[in-house]
């Protein structure tokens, strides 16, 4: 799930003499205001610019073990994602792709275990010849979109897996060799096209990622660029949301006596549809039913709406969820019917750091990724769910892969051809660099910590902030 600009709070931090952006609408710009002067202080307290200088300098050792990365995404890796393209299976299905992935890993000495956090085709693996240090996470994705003309691999998942074992192993063999300290751990996590609720949350939920000191992952991406520093998601923050409304049978002849559920599921639409010019215009709501009835000629006693109600931040989110809300149950009381209203998942802002966003883009553009774009994009966590990112330091690689568009058939045919092969393997070499950069240099390690410290609370005030600021208006009594 990729979005290319979302709506979310930026500190740019290439150059300090650079003007900050803000968020995209008047209210969170004057909310946002201390908080970005703050987020400025602080990328230059941890000095994300002299970091960058440094990081961009020549390393030989660096350079071979990018270099191994790439001799294994050439040498067998680009065939496996290929492979894993070609036969795209659904979140929670993904048994054959697991398999291939996994029985690579336990080839290539990691233990490892299935069913993490609860999932039969999530994973950890852990590398058997680990030792005392820093613990490199990397976490990979392998599920497939849901197609009106078949399952299809149109936002690249098929390639995670094979760019994070590349990487994993590059950076495994030079610890083991050189009897560095670190070790490395690889997690998979199904069904991200699925959520919410998130899989990824549910693991973090169950302990998957504890102990990780750091999170890398790849994704598709229409250009080489990285996130900003602040906090954001990629789709914004969601609420999934079910209406389920209960009335009464009858013969579809006599109506009356019985309740229709699907028209009071109709009344919701309509209600929402008039109040989307009541929200703020970067408001999305986007709804399904998935149950309407069984037969023409007999009341629906049942129905379902299935709802994403999305917005860039939790704060006015929760104002139209109470909005939204309010109209199933007026829906029901209009009908006769009864609602039940379930929030089954939700996605939050993440954490996006300069330090690791910076870094993992000089290393991109060293290796050869295409399309560069110069300035840093919105800020949204290395996953899209929010939950993780805000837990685990981390960072999204995004080289050049596709010139097609985010879950479509043009993204997936990139991934079997020159433009995907080569931004998975600059994105295998790119990784393999930064995760040797955090596992040799302790101050590095240091400032990535007190980034993310900082920026967490930063994201406590900013919320606080919005909080004071979206004012509801006065609704007063009917005048007699």
């Known amino acids: 799930m990729r979005i290319p600009r979302t709506i979310a709070l930026v500190a740019l931090v290439a150059c300090s003499a650079r003007p900050l952006a803000a968020q995209d609408t008047p209210t969170e710009r004057t909310a946002a205001r201390d908080v970005i002067q703050k987020l400025a202080v602080l990328q230059r307290t941890v000095d994300v610019s002299g970091w960058t200088a440094r990081l961009s300098m020549p390393d030989a050792t660096r350079d071979r073990i990018a270099a191994r990365a790439k001799a294994l995404m050439d040498g067998e890796l680009l065939a496996m994602a290929d492979d894993i393209t070609k036969h795209p299976e659904i979140g929670f299905k993904e048994e054959r792709s697991v398999k291939i992935i996994t029985d690579w890993l336990t080839a290539h000495d990691f233990d490892v275990t299935m069913g993490s956090g609860g999932f039969a085709t999530a994973f950890t693996a852990r590398h058997r010849k680990a030792n005392t240090g820093p613990v490199l996470g990397i976490v990979v994705e392998y599920d497939a979109l849901r197609g009106t003309n078949g399952d299809f691999h149109g936002d690249q998942h098929s390639t995670q897996g094979p760019v994070g074992l590349a990487a994993a192993q590059a950076i495994a063999e030079w610890l083991v060799a050189s009897k560095t300290p670190g070790s490395v751990v690889v997690i998979g996590t199904p069904a991200e096209e699925m959520m919410p609720p998130p899989a990824k949350t549910v693991m973090h939920e169950k302990g998957v990622f504890n102990g990780l000191d750091i999170a890398v992952r790849s994704h598709s991406s229409l250009a080489t660029q990285r996130a900003g520093a602040g906090f954001g998601s990629c789709c914004l923050n969601i609420d999934g949301v079910r209406y389920t409304f209960s009335g009464a049978p009858a013969h579809q002849m006599t109506p009356w006596d019985g ?126 769910t929010g939950s993780v990112s805000s837990a685990v330091p981390g960072v999204g690689f995004s080289a050049w892969t596709s010139n097609g568009g985010f879950h479509t058939y043009e993204m997936e045919a990139d991934a079997l051809g020159p433009v995907g092969h080569g931004g998975f393997v600059v994105d295998a070499q790119a990784m393999a660099a930064l995760l040797y950069d955090f596992t040799t240099k302790a101050d590095f390690r240091a400032a990535v910590k007190a980034e993310f410290a900082g920026l967490k609370g930063l994201y406590s005030e900013y919320q606080q902030a919005l909080s004071r600021t979206y004012e509801q208006p006065v609704v007063r009594e009917p005048a007699p």
Request: overall charge positive; glycine content about 12%; hydrophobic content about 35%.
């Open 259 to 384: 309740r229709n559920a699907l028209t009071a599921v109709r009344q919701l639409f309509s209600s929402i549809d008039a109040l989307r010019g009541t929200f703020r215009p970067e408001a999305r709501i986007q709804g399904i039913i998935p149950e309407g009835g069984k037969a023409p000629n007999v009341v629906p006693d049942r129905a379902v709406a299935d709802f994403y109600v999305r917005y860039p931040d939790e704060v006015y989110l929760r104002q139209m969820r109470q909005l939204i809300d309010d109209a199933a149950r007026g829906a029901a009381l209009a009908t006769g019917t009864k609602v039940k209203i379930e929030t089954y998942g939700s996605m939050r802002d993440g954490i996006s750091l300069g330090t690791l966003n910076e870094a993992a883009f000089v290393h991109v553009k060293r290796y050869g990724g295409g399309r560069i774009q110069a300035e840093p994009g919105k800020p949204q966590g290395w996953e899209e």
